[in-house]
């Protein structure tokens, strides 16, 4: 994956698809359809998919994905736009646990700041997302984002976190282990630019 760009906001999204989703060819579609809409909006900086390969979070679902955004300025558009709009309609019919699309139920969406920034000299196919609770803790190696407010009116359950990333297995299984203990969860990349 490139080195994904500086944005210091960011949507963290959360969910779970329908139970049969991935037999279906979810990932498939995340690569060839989701992934590059999102990448081709206005205000979009950067979008990626991941997939839960460790670690539980009540909030955190079977899978995440980082919408980098220009600024405070774009959310609106890149969130309630009409094309978006149409889009999230298909992808509830197709996919989500709720075809209706009842508010907080196929998907969670946080507006996040970037705090701190640690410089890395790139980025891996596999994300580390560390809970915090403490205000102003920091882990070497990490990024660490402030949640801004809930986008769905559904509750994250932690007001920070960490974020790091690794392509080494080796390296991912230290950082799943040592932070284990926090509630963290490790995805697996499924999608990105």
Not at 1 to 29: I, K, N, Q
Not at 30 to 38: H, I, K, S
Not at 41 to 67: C, E, R
Not at 127 to 133: C, D, G, T, Y
Request: net charge neutral; proline share 6%.
């Amino acid at each position: 994956m490139a080195r994904v760009p500086g944005y210091d906001f960011m949507v963290l999204l959360t969910y779970t698809p329908r139970a049969d989703s991935v037999a279906r060819g979810y990932e498939d579609w995340l690569r060839r359809v989701d992934n590059p809409f999102f990448n081709a909006t206005d205000g979009v900086q950067h979008y990626s998919n991941w997939k839960i390969a460790g670690g539980a979070h009540p909030q955190m679902g079977t899978h995440f994905d980082f919408l980098g955004i220009d600024g405070l300025g774009s959310l609106d558009e890149v969130m309630n736009g009409e094309r978006l709009n149409g889009f999230r309609k298909e992808w509830r019919r197709l996919w989500g646990v709720d075809p209706e699309g009842t508010p907080g139920v196929n998907a969670q969406a946080y507006l996040c700041e970037r705090i701190a920034k640690t410089p890395r000299p790139g980025w891996g196919n596999q994300a580390l997302v560390v809970p915090e609770s403490t205000a102003n803790q920091r882990l070497d190696g990490f990024d660490t984002w402030r949640v801004r407010e809930s986008l769905r009116k559904t509750t994250l359950g932690f007001p920070e976190f960490h974020v790091g990333f690794a392509s080494d297995p080796a390296a991912f299984a230290d950082l799943k282990r040592k932070h284990a203990a926090r509630g963290a969860v490790a995805g697996d990349l499924v999608a990105a630019p």
